[in-house]
């Protein structure tokens, strides 16, 4: 019987994580970009009012396996999107999904002004709940084209390149044509109080950086790491920052206590009155 040879140091193949990645490449890239749109879509309950920021535990590692694929599946000939010839074409795509399902979920609310006077402006609806979304969904495809097209392979690098490249997509977003920074992923750390101080020390595209490199963490400790360090290498990723931004928030707010006000106290009240109602 002859041995099969086996790969060289980085056995990325061995982990789960890789393997799906590798099971994603044999998929059909219609499957990819299904994939990159639910894992956009579900980030947004990272956001207000929801503040379930460990989904993102979950999301940014499936975004990055999502892009492992599209780099490992052969690009397609296609009259109508030659983009997918290349790799960095393919994973601009993925990125445009993700950010799609991303934006689409979170800027829902949008089109409510086009109910106000329905008879005239409902039929303007569908065009504003969804081109708004894709034009920013570019920002996140310019990210993740760099992250492929620097042909970094250490799952490490990789991670440090989203987050980098995110974080002045981000602003780009939050400046060019006087900006739109609505639900940067740096948001999903600023709740509890104690985790928002964390703003302070970085802005908040520095801790989308931050964000970036603590929720990724999961995909690059288990595709490079022994399987017997695996979980500890994983918690201390993943979790240690955030303990440590916390332990600072706090720390910050009892070294800084809110004074009582002293004169006229004024009272702010939210009616919440629909627009509908306002403007009968």
């Known amino acids: ?69 599209a780099r490992a599946t052969p690009g397609a000939i296609s009259r109508f999107a030659p983009w997918r010839r290349s790799p960095t074409g393919r994973a601009a795509e993925i990125g445009w999904w993700f950010g799609f399902g991303y934006h689409l979920f979170g800027l829902f609310w949008i089109g409510e002004p086009f109910l106000i006077e329905a008879e005239v402006f409902a039929w303007l609806l569908p065009f504003a709940v969804t081109l708004l979304p894709a034009g920013l969904a570019l920002f996140i495809a310019l990210a993740t084209a760099a992250v492929t097209a620097t042909n970094r392979h250490a799952a490490t690098d990789r991670v440090f390149v989203l987050a980098i490249c995110l974080g002045l997509t981000e602003w780009l977003r939050g400046h060019i044509l006087t900006g739109f920074p609505w639900n940067v992923l740096g948001y999903a750390l600023t709740w509890p109080l104690a985790l928002m101080q964390g703003a302070a020390l970085f802005g908040i595209y520095g801790l989308t950086v931050v964000a970036v490199l603590v929720f990724a963490a999961p995909y690059a400790a288990l595709a490079q790491t022994g399987a017997a360090r695996r979980p500890l290498l994983v918690a201390m990723a993943a979790v240690l920052p955030i303990a440590l931004l916390a332990s600072y928030g706090a720390w910050r707010l009892a070294a800084h206590p809110l004074e009582p006000a002293r004169g006229p106290l004024l009272r702010i009240v939210q009616p919440s009155i629909s627009q509908r109602d306002r403007l009968d």
């Open 1 to 69: 019987m002859t041995a099969v040879p086996r790969e060289p140091a980085r056995r990325v193949s061995q982990h789960r994580l890789v393997t799906r990645a590798a099971a994603l490449a044999a998929a059909s890239p219609r499957w990819q970009r299904g994939q990159a749109f639910g894992a956009g879509a579900l980030s947004v309950l990272a956001m207000a009012p929801f503040h379930l920021w460990p989904v993102l535990w979950l999301t940014l590692p499936v975004l990055l396996l999502t892009l492992d694929a």
